[in-house]
């Protein structure tokens, strides 16, 4: 089991960046995929980014490819989303998450497949 905490999350305006981060605890976190998660109000848990164990391979949804970044560091057990360019409706509740597989080296990444979450952090953009 992956304990995670997030941090960074805030209030900022449209076309800002945030720098979200996410400390994991346990010994198989570099054995593990890592992923970011988000949750506005009324709406579902939809999927952001994604990064392999190796950090080789990454993913992102289509609303946020070319603004966001996910990388980690394993050797200090942390997963990064770098936001950019922010939008109004990147608002949402943001959640890392580790993926229950270990080693995985395939490029299907679903919510179900991940089995720790954090507890979430605010990301609120202004218009």
């Known amino acids: 089991q992956v304990q995670l905490v997030e941090s960074g999350g805030g209030l900022v305006q449209a076309g800002g960046s945030l720098r979200l981060s996410c400390a994991a605890s346990g010994r198989t976190f570099a054995s593990r995929g890592m992923g970011w998660f988000r949750q506005a109000p009324g709406k579902e848990r939809e999927f952001v980014a994604a990064?392999?164990?190796?950090?080789?391979?990454?993913y992102y949804a289509d609303s946020v490819k070319g603004r966001f970044t996910i990388s980690r560091d394993n050797a200090k057990n942390t997963v990064f989303l770098q936001m950019n360019s922010l939008k109004p409706e990147d608002t949402a509740v943001y959640y890392c998450?580790?993926?229950?597989?270990?080693?995985?080296?395939?490029?299907?990444?679903?919510?179900?497949?991940?089995?720790?979450w954090g507890q979430g952090t605010q990301v609120t953009v202004s218009s």
């Open positions: 990064i392999s164990w190796t950090g080789r391979s990454t």
């Open positions: 998450a580790a993926d229950n597989r270990l080693l995985y080296s395939g490029t299907n990444y679903y919510p179900r497949d991940f089995g720790s």
